[in-house]
């Protein structure tokens, strides 16, 4: 694991003009951003991630002042879309204990697995102002880093499907996107140290309405469903929250949603919801992207 810890200044959202000039200059579409150091076969079921797999998923922190020794609990993730932004989950974000990410790491409780990952704590979070706790729509939210995260080989963002017209418009209903993470597998599981992929048919809403017609839930265009394979209802859970489904494009992969909620997890016939990245580009990522 062998951790760097980065600390920075705190500026807040409420920073000058002149430094915020220096912070919300961020390309759209950093530089190497989606790039994958590993080769990606069909994932039936779930594995254990190769290192340098997945570069810009993000451990959550979270601290813990019910224990007088208290140690960092990683209870959410999240993406890397900048040197300074990471994506999560609202409901991840809308936590006064969450302080802190870790960029890079593969075990989050060994120090030989070759990882170099490195920690830096949250200046801000910038939850969706239409975020609510109680349905759950608009369940995302970004993150600002006092400090601008250092780029390799084995750190760096995924990409945003900004450009890309074809993936902007797509349902991607039928698609297989992969999701990366340390949650359990499924409910009956502890959370893992290990980071952990798996891949998940993405299905219609009305399959979804149909699995949970005796829930008092909606799902909107602005979510997608996924998983509730009836053989194994492999799904994400706990500790994904907050993290990606990704799919290749061209050798390149872009992140179309973010992990949000679902009946339990990993229940077979009951998909989770995700919440659909490009529903949010303009109204939400862009502008946070340039202003903050």
Known sequence: MNVNYSVGYRSGIGESAETRATTSDVPLRPPHCGFSNVTHTRVVGGRPAKLGAWPWIAAVGFRNYSNPHWVTQWLCAGTLISAR?????AHCA???HLYVVRIGDLNLKRDDDGAHPIQIEVESKLIHTDYSAESNNNDIAILKLKDNVPFSEY????????????LRNKNFVGYN????????????ESYTKALMELQL????NAVYEKAYEDFDVTITNKEICAGGDPRDGKDACGADSGGPLMIPQQFTYYQISVVSSGHECGVPDYPGIYTRV??????????????Y
């Open 85 to 89: 932004h990471v994506l999560t989950a």
């Open 155 to 166: 750190i760096h963002p995924i990409c945003l499907p900004i450009e890309i017209k074809s």
């Open 201 to 204: 048919l993405v299905v219609t």
């Open 278 to 291: 490009t529903s949010y580009l303009n109204d939400f990522i862009i502008p946070v992207l340039q202003n």
């Open 94 to 96: 809308d936590n006064d």
């Open 177 to 188: 996107p992969f999701i990366a993470g340390w949650g359990a597998l499924n409910f009956s």
